[in-house]
Protein backbone atom coordinates (compact mmCIF):
# COMPACT_ATOMS: atom_id res chain seq x y z
CA UNK A 1 0.00 0.00 0.00
CA UNK A 2 1.33 3.41 -0.52
CA UNK A 3 2.15 5.91 1.85
CA UNK A 4 -0.63 9.00 2.29
CA UNK A 5 1.15 11.94 0.79
CA UNK A 6 0.07 16.03 1.71
CA UNK A 7 -1.29 16.53 -1.85
CA UNK A 8 -3.45 19.43 -3.34
CA UNK A 9 -7.07 17.71 -4.34
CA UNK A 10 -9.23 19.21 -7.03
CA UNK A 11 -13.40 18.87 -6.99
CA UNK A 12 -15.94 18.77 -9.32
CA UNK A 13 -17.85 21.34 -9.65
CA UNK A 14 -21.25 21.93 -10.47
CA UNK A 15 -23.76 24.47 -11.43
CA UNK A 16 -24.99 27.24 -13.98
CA UNK A 17 -26.20 30.84 -14.11
CA UNK A 18 -27.05 30.07 -10.48
CA UNK A 19 -24.16 29.80 -9.22
CA UNK A 20 -21.96 26.55 -8.42
CA UNK A 21 -22.20 23.58 -6.09
CA UNK A 22 -18.79 21.73 -4.50
CA UNK A 23 -19.59 18.36 -3.11
CA UNK A 24 -17.45 16.97 -0.89
CA UNK A 25 -17.73 13.33 0.37
CA UNK A 26 -15.40 10.97 2.74
CA UNK A 27 -13.70 7.97 1.17
CA UNK A 28 -14.59 9.19 -2.73
CA UNK A 29 -13.54 12.56 -3.01
CA UNK A 30 -11.11 12.55 0.05
CA UNK A 31 -9.32 9.40 1.56
CA UNK A 32 -11.42 9.03 4.83
CA UNK A 33 -14.49 9.19 6.43
CA UNK A 34 -15.00 12.81 7.97
CA UNK A 35 -15.78 12.81 11.67
CA UNK A 36 -15.09 16.37 13.07
CA UNK A 37 -15.96 19.49 10.94
CA UNK A 38 -14.60 23.00 12.04
CA UNK A 39 -13.49 25.85 10.29
CA UNK A 40 -11.30 28.74 10.93
CA UNK A 41 -12.44 33.16 10.20
CA UNK A 42 -11.42 36.05 11.47
CA UNK A 43 -7.54 35.09 11.30
CA UNK A 44 -5.56 38.65 10.59
CA UNK A 45 -2.91 38.47 7.88
CA UNK A 46 -0.32 37.89 10.22
CA UNK A 47 -1.66 35.21 12.16
CA UNK A 48 -0.73 31.64 12.29
CA UNK A 49 -2.48 29.28 13.28
CA UNK A 50 -2.16 25.34 13.67
CA UNK A 51 1.23 24.85 14.58
CA UNK A 52 1.10 21.69 15.57
CA UNK A 53 1.09 17.78 14.33
CA UNK A 54 -1.73 14.94 15.09
CA UNK A 55 -0.92 11.54 16.14
CA UNK A 56 -3.93 9.99 14.32
CA UNK A 57 -5.61 12.50 12.67
CA UNK A 58 -5.85 13.50 8.76
CA UNK A 59 -7.28 16.53 7.79
CA UNK A 60 -8.40 18.19 4.11
CA UNK A 61 -8.30 22.17 4.14
CA UNK A 62 -10.49 24.27 2.02
CA UNK A 63 -10.86 28.05 1.87
CA UNK A 64 -14.20 28.12 0.52
CA UNK A 65 -13.88 31.72 0.94
CA UNK A 66 -10.61 33.62 0.60
CA UNK A 67 -7.11 32.83 0.54
CA UNK A 68 -5.29 31.47 2.86
CA UNK A 69 -1.84 29.74 3.13
CA UNK A 70 -0.59 26.16 4.69
CA UNK A 71 3.00 25.46 5.40
CA UNK A 72 3.88 21.88 5.95
CA UNK A 73 7.05 19.39 7.15
CA UNK A 74 7.35 15.94 7.41
CA UNK A 75 10.50 16.52 10.27
CA UNK A 76 12.93 14.98 7.59
CA UNK A 77 14.24 17.74 5.84
CA UNK A 78 11.30 18.07 3.37
CA UNK A 79 8.56 21.25 3.46
CA UNK A 80 6.29 23.10 1.16
CA UNK A 81 3.94 26.02 0.89
CA UNK A 82 0.67 25.56 -0.52
CA UNK A 83 -1.69 28.33 -2.08
CA UNK A 84 -5.41 28.12 -0.90
CA UNK A 85 -7.29 30.16 -3.23
CA UNK A 86 -9.84 28.54 -4.81
CA UNK A 87 -13.08 26.89 -2.98
CA UNK A 88 -13.12 23.79 -5.16
CA UNK A 89 -9.54 22.89 -4.20
CA UNK A 90 -8.09 21.83 -0.86
CA UNK A 91 -4.96 20.32 0.76
CA UNK A 92 -5.03 16.67 2.25
CA UNK A 93 -2.53 16.48 5.06
CA UNK A 94 -1.78 12.81 6.71
CA UNK A 95 -0.86 12.06 9.99
CA UNK A 96 2.32 13.28 11.63
CA UNK A 97 2.97 16.38 8.86
CA UNK A 98 3.51 19.80 10.85
CA UNK A 99 0.89 22.51 9.26
CA UNK A 100 1.16 26.80 9.85
CA UNK A 101 -1.72 27.91 8.42
CA UNK A 102 -0.82 31.99 7.67
CA UNK A 103 -0.96 34.56 5.34
CA UNK A 104 -5.02 34.92 5.88
CA UNK A 105 -7.38 36.98 3.51
CA UNK A 106 -9.74 39.52 5.59
CA UNK A 107 -12.32 37.24 3.92
CA UNK A 108 -10.88 34.10 4.81
CA UNK A 109 -12.90 31.35 6.04
CA UNK A 110 -10.61 27.55 5.99
CA UNK A 111 -12.98 24.99 6.09
CA UNK A 112 -11.08 21.75 7.83
CA UNK A 113 -12.71 18.16 7.43
CA UNK A 114 -10.70 15.61 10.13
CA UNK A 115 -10.62 11.76 10.00
CA UNK A 116 -11.21 11.44 14.14
CA UNK A 117 -13.07 13.59 17.06
CA UNK A 118 -10.90 16.20 19.02
CA UNK A 119 -8.24 14.41 21.19
CA UNK A 120 -5.93 17.08 22.99
CA UNK A 121 -3.86 14.21 23.64
CA UNK A 122 -3.09 13.36 20.42
CA UNK A 123 -1.84 16.59 19.03
CA UNK A 124 1.80 17.49 19.11
CA UNK A 125 2.27 20.97 19.77
CA UNK A 126 6.21 21.30 20.37
CA UNK A 127 8.18 21.05 17.04
CA UNK A 128 11.41 20.03 18.71
CA UNK A 129 9.51 16.91 20.28
CA UNK A 130 7.55 16.62 16.68
CA UNK A 131 10.82 16.09 15.46
CA UNK A 132 12.33 13.43 18.01
CA UNK A 133 9.03 11.34 17.46
CA UNK A 134 9.37 11.47 13.29
CA UNK A 135 13.19 10.28 13.84
CA UNK A 136 12.49 7.87 16.10
CA UNK A 137 14.07 9.43 19.52
CA UNK A 138 10.50 8.96 21.66
CA UNK A 139 7.06 7.75 20.72
Not at 2 to 28: A, N, P, S, Y
Amino acid sequence: MLEKKVQMLEFDQHGDERGRLVIVEGMQDIPFDIKRIFYIYGSDRNVIRGQHANKRTEFVLINVAGTSKVKVKDGKGNEAVFSLNRPHTGIYLPRMIWKDMYDFSCDSVLLCLASEHYDAEEYIRDYDIFMKIVNGECE
